[in-house]
């Protein structure tokens, strides 16, 4: 079943139909008023599909009289050259919406299809893959669910829901301890991640409160080392994410180091559109 669907969903729709439409389709006028169609869209290329419910509120919100008949559901595995959906109503409207919601489609698309394609190198490992904020401004939501929709996780949706104590954080309180110690006395009841770059900085974070360690740029060895001193510790277990200079074809040879998670800030923000047309049948 596809994860739940973000709250700002109509919202971003709404912006991007009028980004796109203005003061309105001087094109589409071509079309006469009552001209009715039928379109396919199809994928031009293998993909995980996502986006359905973007392209759907597109033509929700340009003309109600459109509908829009799914073969595939977010998250399926999809063939080049597959019908994904059909498109039925005033042809004015299909073509006027057509670039918005092929726009969502394609992105989403391609996040999924990202996400989904370092999913299935660590299967078979403990390891689960993660986003970051490293997000497109303005579909963060939107590409969040993607991820979801290709077998990842979501790491903080932002600044508001956990705390991630980097460097710069740790240099300006003093050390990896005090940042800790003070995260936990700031915001008792959310998760705290602490990012350390050596093995010193480990051990220092394996006897503070973090719920879980970041390893920002470890070698392999460096990394199977942190898994033996995690491990070996007694009392809370911290899960451990390894971050930096990870890409598929190095994520295998990470995740059989026995880390919890690797975060991949490429999924969302090296986006490839996945191809898809829309043509009038």
Wanted: aromatic share 4%.
């Amino acid at each position: 079943m596809p994860p739940t669907l973000p709250a700002d969903l109509a919202t971003v729709v709404s912006r991007a139909i009028a980004e796109d439409l203005g003061d309105g389709d001087l094109t589409a006028e071509l079309i006469g008023r009552y001209t009715s169609a039928n379109a396919h869209v199809v994928a031009r290329e293998p993909a995980a599909l996502c986006g359905r419910a973007w392209f759907d509120e597109t033509f929700r919100q340009l003309d109600r009289r459109v509908s829009v008949a799914w073969r595939f559901a977010d998250g399926d595995a999809i063939a080049a050259d597959s019908i994904v959906c059909e498109v039925r109503g005033p042809a004015r409207s299909i073509v006027t919406g057509e670039r918005t919601a092929l726009n969502f489609l394609q992105t989403l698309s391609g996040t999924a299809t990202a996400t989904r394609s370092l999913v299935d190198i660590v299967t078979g490992t403990r390891t689960r893959i993660l986003d970051t904020r490293k997000t497109l401004p303005g579909l963060r939501l939107a590409q969040k669910y993607a991820v979801r929709c290709g077998g990842g996780e979501n790491h903080r949706i932002g600044l508001f829901d956990a705390v991630l104590i980097k460097e710069n954080h740790i240099a300006a309180v003093g050390s990896v301890t005090a940042a800790v110690a003070a995260a936990r006395r700031q915001s008792p009841n959310v998760m705290i991640e602490v990012e350390v770059e050596s093995l010193d900085e480990l051990r220092e974070a394996l006897l503070t409160d973090a719920d879980r360690i970041m390893l920002d740029d470890f070698t392999l060895d460096a990394m199977r080392e942190a898994v033996k001193l995690r491990d070996a510790k007694t009392g809370k277990r911290q899960e451990l994410e390894a971050s930096g200079s990870v890409n598929a074809a190095t994520l295998r040879a990470v995740a059989e180091t026995g880390v919890d998670f690797v975060s991949i800030g490429a999924i969302t923000k090296h986006v490839r559109a996945i191809d898809f047309s829309m043509r009038f049948v």
